[in-house]
Every structure is written in C-alpha cells, then in structure tokens.
C-alpha cells in the first residue's frame, strides 16, 4: 500500500518544479544535484529515479523477448508487441507522480514507490 511522508509545506511549495521534473526521465537528475537539500525535491527524485529503472529494466526484457520469439517464429513476435504495451504502466505512474508533486504531495507510487534508491 503507498504511504504518504510528511512534508514541510513550504519545501513542497518551492520544489514543486523539482518534483515535477523527477518525473521525466534523464530530467531525474536535476532535482537530485539542485535541490539536494529538499527532502520533498529528494522525495520525488527518488520516485522518478525508481521508476525510470524499471521502465528502462522492462524495456530490455520486452526487447529480449520480441527477440526471441521472433527468432523463433515472426508470429510469435506479436506477444512481444503485446508486451510492450504494458510500458503504458509506466506513463501511468509517471502522471500519478507529477501530479502527487504538483498537490506538493510527497505520495509514494503504486507497486515501486517503496523503493529507495536515494537517502
């Protein structure tokens, strides 16, 4: 189950921006090395980091698997396309993310949320 952190409204009100570009790939790494000191900006950085490792770690498994089977049979190849609409997921989590820090919310993510990468 997500957990809600509690956060300093005023931190939220600051970093919103911060939390809202944690959410957007490689754009993870401004919050992390420019608002290092923002447990919210950390907060998100750190959701959007857990989740840019998974959508890249399901990338490569999809990849390998349309590979394969189409290696096996190009029909077969169908259920890695099949697969790769799952990666709507993560533009799922991505959406619950940005809009989390634009509330200046600091809720963890369905199902990867409890990770942490970052302290």
């Not at 394969?68 to 790769?84: C, D, E, Q, W, Y």
């Amino acid at each position: 189950m997500a957990e809600n952190i509690t956060v300093d409204p005023k931190d939220a009100q600051d970093n919103k921006v911060m939390g809202i570009l944690a959410y957007l790939g490689i754009l993870v790494l401004v919050p992390i090395f420019a608002a290092k000191e923002s447990p919210f900006a950390r907060f998100h950085a750190n959701q959007g980091l857990v989740l840019l490792i998974a959508s890249f770690a399901y990338s490569i498994v999809v990849w390998i698997v349309t590979f394969v089977l189409a290696m096996l049979s190009p029909k077969l190849a169908l259920i890695g396309t099949l697969l790769s609409l799952v990666s709507i997921v993560f533009l799922v989590l991505m959406i619950i993310g940005i809009i989390n820090a634009a509330k200046g919310e600091a809720k963890e993510l369905p199902v990867i949320g409890k990770y942490r990468i970052l302290n």
